[in-house]
């Protein structure tokens, strides 16, 4: 891993190093609590991917918008969303970042500029030019930034938002986090060309690949690229290698899989790869353990604090649908 | 205040610029707006590009998911988009942003944002626009939750309603009628005069039988009751103006008092959204029904070209007084 000629470095890297750990431990202990049952849908683990929004997070402000895809709660932990909060979502409780009404795949934080996990691929994208839109025309000093994954740069409306934010020098960072798998199908299977940076630059728009797994890597290129979209160079394309160890999702048995790949990968999962620099940079290893050992004792706390909070009301149902229009309390209109 | 007669395109287009000048965060996107066109050919946004520049009147790549998606993206960043998707035919491109993200943000989201933005898109069979330019899909829209769904009639409608479409913090359909947006009508001066979303007008007072119908059709509806007072038939016709939420209580009220209901869609009547009307009176004032109501609409099959299947085809004032007829007698 590359390291940064910065006096504070190892500082920032430590920081960021909690960041990463703290998603780990909520993707596990989220793991634990679905296969107790307690989780009434399904959940997307960010396992072995979680230095890139860790990284590209730590370059953006809370005023900076981040919009995610259906893989989002690393995004959103990386953002500043209250891990407690988004347990009691994951469970359909009382307090949950949604109020309960929107589970895993709707985590969203706009208190942070955390703008929402969403179901369906590539409209992140293009609700995501029409945030930087937003931020233009209220002339605000921000960015956007779009979290997507490999299979989505199959998706019309990747091209449509790319050539879109091009075509109006937005300000935005597109993030093609490439996990290699699409669902349960090898991206490369399904994919014609060179890859997500020819597509990219097939705009005109200058795009960047780096391992994703190298958590100081992918902040140096972050830090950069954010630098320059904030003094209106427009928008920019980051491309990061990664590999997702876990399922399409939790419950996946990942028969599509050839043996020892998951293992193969292990080696290089960004963790790992972090805590190599950090003991080689002179961090003690118990600082490291202890940063270990605190975020999964928070991620725990925040699994009882959710199992303890009450279910929504049901008559929560017909609440937040519109102004105009709204259902009547149980009725059918 | 005075009244001035102009079409529709420009009552629309003189509400959405009077909301611009009101409110700087109202802006509008779509294909064409700021070519010497302006809109769909036929003025909707005609010199707009001068007063408002190229940051608010954004002229956009065929793009639907996008025009659709950035809407919504730039409704929840604190503006107040109008998109323009042309034709709700083209619209079907961008459904998936319409109906998965703007109608759901706010419930999925738990409250945390607003989606408040208009859609433009244009229903309708415009002479010879056959399958793919004259479908009128209103009904799609109604059956989703979280959608305002709007349908102006007359000039005056179309600019009230537009108003009162952007000041809404919902997302809001507005459907309006390709054939009306050269149609001329009385339009108010008053940039304060809206059109209040969910209320009905009575475009003519009677007594034997309620005529429900909204966007076009209710001006043929209009027609009708015109030529009916003839045959000494009294039709009360309303204009729905908005189809979600509609006004129960304007049409419950008018059906009370002449006890017969006719639904006149120019949308393929099933499924339509006047079964939803007919089946909403049916199970709420069956004992004030004097007969059964009834509903006229298209028939299921796509929109034909050729002038003599495309008549076949259409709702007519002249079927809207037969099935009057019918019902009276």
């Known amino acids: 891993m590359k390291a940064k000629n910065s006096t504070n470095y190892p500082d920032r890297i430590l920081e960021m190093y909690k ?115 937003a931020l233009v ?92 979209i904030r003094n209106g160079h427009g928008p920019h394309f980051l491309h990061a290698r990664t590999y997702r160890i876990k399922g399409h999702i939790s419950r996946d048995k990942m028969l599509y899989r050839p043996e020892g790949e998951t293992e193969a990968h292990l080696v290089n999962e960004p963790l790992l790869k972090c805590k190599d620099w950090m003991i080689k940079n002179g961090i003690k290893q118990k600082e490291i353990d202890d940063i270990s050992s605190m975020a999964y004792e928070q991620i725990k706390e925040a699994l009882e604090a959710a199992k303890n909070a009450p279910f929504p009301d049901k008559t929560l149902t017909y609440t937040d649908v519109q102004d105009l229009g709204n259902p009547y309390l149980g009725g059918s209109s | ?130 399958a793919q330019h004259s479908q009128s899909t209103e009904a799609w829209y109604i059956h989703t939750p979280g959608l305002v769904v709007v349908a102006p009639a007359t000039a005056a409608d179309a600019k009230g309603l537009m108003k009162s479409a952007i000041r809404a913090d919902d997302p809001v359909v507005y459907m309006e009628h390709k054939d009306l947006w050269m149609a001329e009508g009385e339009v108010s001066e008053d940039p304060e005069e809206l059109v209040e979303i969910g209320k009905a007008s009575i475009m003519k007072s009677g007594s034997d039988l309620t005529l429900v119908s909204w966007s076009k059709m209710a001006l043929l509806s209009l027609e009708a009751a015109k030529i009916l007072e003839v045959d000494n038939i009294s039709v009360e016709v309303i204009n729905l103006r908005s189809l979600w939420p509609w006004d129960k209580d304007l049409v419950y009220k008018s059906v009370s008092k002449t006890g017969r209901l006719l639904v006149a869609q120019e949308s393929v009547q099933v499924a339509g959204f ?48 037969e099935k009057v007829k019918e019902l009276m007698s």
């Open chain 1, 137 to 228: 025309l209220r002339e605000e000093n921000a960015i956007v930034a779009v979290f997507v994954g490999d299979g989505t740069t199959n998706r019309g409306p990747f091209y449509e938002a790319l050539n879109w934010a091009m075509i109006y020098k937005l300000p935005i960072l597109f993030v093609c986090e490439n996990n290699t798998y699409a669902s349960s199908t090898a991206t490369q299977t399904v994919t014609a060309g060179p890859g997500p940076v020819a597509r990219a630059e097939a705009f005109g728009m200058p795009a960047f690949d780096v391992d994703g797994n190298d958590v100081c890597a992918v902040d140096e290129i972050a830090g950069t690229l954010i630098e320059k």
């Open chain 1, 19 to 133: 960041t990463m750990t703290l998603i780990r431990a909520f993707e596990e202990i989220a793991e634990e609590a679905f296969d107790a049952g307690l989780v009434n849908g399904s959940i997307h683990q960010y396992i072995g991917e979680e230095a890139i929004g860790t990284a590209v997070c730590a370059n953006l402000k809370r005023s900076d918008y981040i919009l995610s895809n259906h893989r989002g709660h690393g995004h959103a932990i990386a953002k500043g969303a209250d891990p407690e909060a988004m347990m009691k979502e994951l469970l359909g409780r009382e307090g949950g970042t949604s109020g309960g009404k929107g589970g895993s795949m709707h985590i969203a934080d706009f208190s942070v500029g955390m703008l929402g996990a969403n179901g369906v691929l590539a409209d992140g994208l293009t609700m995501g030019v029409g945030a930087a839109q």
């Open chain 2, 1 to 130: 205040m005075t009244n001035n007669k102009m079409t529709h395109a420009s009552a629309v287009r003189e509400g959405l610029a009077e909301e611009m000048r009101r409110d700087p965060l109202v802006w509008a996107l779509g294909e064409d707006l700021s070519t010497a066109h302006g809109g769909t050919s036929a003025d909707q946004y005609r010199g707009l590009i001068d007063e408002f520049g190229e940051k608010r009147i954004v002229n956009t790549p065929i793009s639907e998911n996008t025009i659709m998606g950035a809407a919504v993206g730039a409704a929840v960043a604190g503006t107040r988009p109008v998109a323009d998707l042309r034709m709700a035919d083209f619209a079907m491109c961008a459904v998936d942003e319409l109906v998965n993200q703007a109608a759901k943000i706010r419930y999925m989201f738990g409250g945390q944002a607003r989606v408040p933005l208009v859609v433009r898109q244009a229903i309708g069979v415009r002479k010879g626009g056959a």
């Open chain 2, 274 to 321: 006047g079964a939803e009307i007919s089946a909403d009176v049916t199970e709420n004032l069956n004992d004030q029904l004097k007969t059964h109501v009834r509903r006229i609409g298209a028939p299921r099959t796509p929109v034909p070209y050729a002038e003599t299947m495309e008549n076949e085809y259409r709702v007519t004032t002249e079927r809207i007084i």
